[in-house]
């Protein structure tokens, strides 16, 4: 019985993701089924778009990138209890901002490079700090603030590359800033890969945070604030500090996101480019799928990327739409959502408990 | 061309409609203390099934009750995520609009085959109903005449909605689950039923402002064809602080900006900042809403996990 009990211990927090994940792909077998495709079969075209070779590889982890980056600063202000919605307009508008600082920044190659990233991170941290510094001095929701900033933000910057800062030099007129010269491109991790240094620092930004909330005070005060703010600011932490501090940095990462994807990926800001795929709203997922943990993050991150790259090899080889990774994507959002197995797993308990069968 | 004329009025009361009926439905989730942020994707699902009722059934009356169906299975998901297994609200109402949005976009390659857009020239559109004698009244006419049913049936059920929350003892007892649900339950009410009665009147509200977005003026279906509105509604729902009156109200005010912003598009400013209007006009809305009607919300926003 202890044995038992030590095991069903630790498993349990796997068993809710597991269990969520299984119950995604069976909905997505449904609706493989609905569109009569083999569903082994598609399952294993899946498989390969995301990993069938190594350029496959480094295409996810490549689309992880900005997912993870936002998925950590989401996963900061959630840890604090900060509803911050507010990524995509955050993202966007730190990556038109960097995109500009690269083109307009005299100097070599490094130097441009370095004043995008200040300039991606520090004009969305500010952006995201509005929001903050409404909700703290005017009790303006931040739920809402931060998702009606969003498209403020998105239509600000689709109006800077579309009349003022647009390219003139092709024949087309697309809303999109001017090709970065490429001394100011973030180098590529192997040659002819998508892949860049964007995704490294994703990495070490996964692990620095998880010492940060394991070993440091802050991390300490940004918990408690999260499980329970009377608890905190009777512990002495400053609610209102925390939650300023929390929105810049949630929000400077999601402009560091955007800015990696401009200097490593497009070389330029492209109207709809970013907001298309739905960076920000998938980092939210990780982020949430992942329990706000940095480095389980970064795991959802690559299972979500892995999920949408392979549905493009899915949509290159076989009849069956792209849009089934979304699907399994918004099911496991809500299984998790719900903590429905745990639930469910409980009641079973539960009622085992009561009546002596079931 | 003018900026202002009763084209404009008339477009106005055709834009109000769809931000209208999910409002109320917005409403009436709020008055049970649950914050439903899945308006835009249960719109959603209502303009897809609207189409394809009306696709399958040729019926335009049998598309509009297939829309409010779906919306309303998929407001039952929603409600027995949130209230049965007690799930986070907002999380469950952004997980829905993901779904909607995968499932409407998976649904228009797996039934028409198309992507992007469905458009069927066979299709009829709701019809316009003319009202006899105010359709001669010059300016009145112009203005409030010739829209589709769902534009005033939208106006009725907002009225209708303020008799059943403030007139009946059903009513009274939706109100006290939303004030206190664990007084209402230590009276005797079935407070989980009460919530499950207003998420499912919702899922049908929204159902029908989905039919009238992509049957009403245009008979197709677009990938994403709400753009928003569900969130609109949903802080018009707030400006409205949840009464069905104040509802009309400020839904009007954000269906102005909304034929505003498509007016002013014809003169030469960018477009961004006339689509941006209403945002900017709602985030200031917020400085004067504080702490009213939305204050029951407060608590439960802080808690995300």
Redesign the interface.
Same mark, same amino acid.
């Given at each position: 019985m202890k044995a038992q009990q030590r095991i069903q211990r630790l498993l349990s927090p796997l068993l809710q993701p597991f269990i969520a994940i299984f119950i995604g792909l069976l909905t997505g077998a449904i @609706?493989i089924s609905?569109?009569g495709a083999p569903i082994l079969e598609t399952y294993k075209e899946l498989w390969m778009g995301a990993f069938g070779n190594f350029y496959f590889m480094t295409s996810t982890f490549a689309r992880a990138t900005p997912i993870l980056i936002i998925g950590l600063g989401v996963s900061l202000a959630?840890?604090a +209890?900060?509803?911050n919605?507010g990524a995509e307009g955050q993202m966007v508008l730190g990556a038109v901002s960097a995109a500009l600082a690269a083109l307009y920044v005299p100097g070599p190659g490094i130097v441009k490079i370095l004043s995008a990233l200040i300039a991606g991170i520090t004009v969305a941290g500010l952006w995201s700090l509005l929001a903050g510094w409404?909700e703290t001095k005017?009790?303006?929701? !931040?739920?809402?603030?931060t998702? !009606?900033?969003n498209?403020?933000a998105v239509?600000?910057a689709?109006?800077l590359v =579309? *009349?003022p800062f647009q390219d003139r030099s092709g024949s087309a007129a697309l809303a999109q800033t001017p090709m970065l010269e490429q001394a100011a491109w973030l180098p590529k991790l192997f040659a002819g890969m998508s892949l860049h240094w964007g995704f490294i620092i994703g990495v070490i930004l996964a692990i620095v945070m998880y010492f940060i909330f394991k070993l440091t005070s802050v991390g300490y005060e940004v918990k408690m604030l +999260?499980?329970n703010?009377y608890f905190a600011s009777y512990g002495g932490v400053n609610k209102t500090k925390v939650l300023l501090a929390s929105m810049f940095i949630s929000g400077g990462l999601a402009g560091l996101a955007g800015t990696v994807e401009v200097l490593g990926t497009q070389y330029r800001f492209v109207d709809g480019a970013l907001t298309g795929p739905g960076f920000a709203?998938t980092g939210?997922?990780a982020t949430?799928l992942a329990?706000?943990h940095p480095l389980g993050t970064a795991v959802t991150a690559i299972f979500l990327a892995a999920l949408e790259t392979g549905a493009m090899g899915l949509e290159r080889n076989t009849d069956v739409?792209l *849009?089934? @990774? =979304?699907?399994i994507?918004?099911?496991l959002? !809500?299984l998790i =959502? @719900?903590?429905?197995s745990f639930?469910w797993w409980k009641r079973m308990k539960k009622g085992r408990d009561k009546n002596g069968m079931v | 061309m003018e900026w202002f004329d009763a084209a404009l009025l008339s477009s106005t009361i055709r834009m109000v409609a769809p931000i209208l009926l999910a409002a109320l439905g917005g409403a009436i989730c709020a008055r049970v203390g649950i914050f439903n942020v899945g308006l835009e994707g249960l719109i959603l699902i209502g303009a897809f099934s609207a189409i394809v009722g009306n696709y399958f059934t040729g019926s335009v009356f049998l598309a509009v009750c297939f829309a409010a169906g779906v919306s309303m299975i998929f407001s039952l998901?929603f409600g027995y995520?949130s209230i049965h297994?007690?799930?986070?609200a907002? $999380? $469950?109402g952004?997980?829905?609009n993901?779904?909607a949005?995968?499932?409407t976009?998976?649904g228009l390659?797996?039934i028409f085959d198309v %992507?992007g857009a469905f458009y069927d020239k066979d299709m009829t559109g709701l019809p316009k109903i003319d009202i006899p004698l105010v359709k001669d009244i010059p300016f009145l006419g112009e203005v409030l005449s010739g829209h589709s049913a769902l534009v005033y049936l939208s106006f009725i059920l907002a009225i209708l909605l303020f008799f059943f929350l403030y007139r009946t003892v059903m009513g009274f007892r939706v109100l006290a689950v939303g004030m206190n649900k664990v007084a209402a339950n230590s009276i005797g009410l079935k407070t989980n039923s009460l919530q499950y009665l207003a998420v499912l009147m919702c899922g049908i509200l929204c159902g029908m402002a989905g039919a009238q977005l992509s049957l009403g003026q245009v008979t197709m279906f677009t990938e994403g064809m709400t753009a928003?509105r569900g969130?609109i509604a949903?802080?018009a729902t707030?400006l409205g602080q949840s009464h069905p009156i104040g509802i009309i109200g400020s839904s009007f005010l954000f269906g102005l900006m909304d034929a505003l912003s498509v007016r002013l598009q014809g003169f030469s400013m960018?477009t961004?900042?006339t689509?941006?209007l209403p945002? $900017?006009i709602?985030?200031i809305a917020?400085?004067f809403l %504080?702490?009213r009607g939305?204050a029951s919300?407060?608590s439960e926003?802080?808690?995300?996990?």
């Open positions: @609706a609905i569109v959630f840890r +209890g900060v509803f919605l409404m005017f009790k303006v929701q !931040l739920l809402i603030s998702l !009606l900033l498209y403020v239509l600000f689709s109006f =579309s *009349e +999260g499980l703010p709203w939210m997922m949430l329990n706000s739409p *849009e089934i @990774a =979304s699907v994507k918004s099911v959002i !809500l =959502s @719900a903590k429905i639930n | 998901l995520l297994l007690q799930a986070n907002i $999380v $469950v952004l997980g829905i993901f779904l949005l995968g499932l976009t998976f390659r797996a %992507k928003g969130f949903l802080v707030m960018p961004q900042f689509a941006m945002y $900017v709602t985030i917020m400085f %504080k702490d939305a919300q407060m926003q802080q808690s995300s996990r």
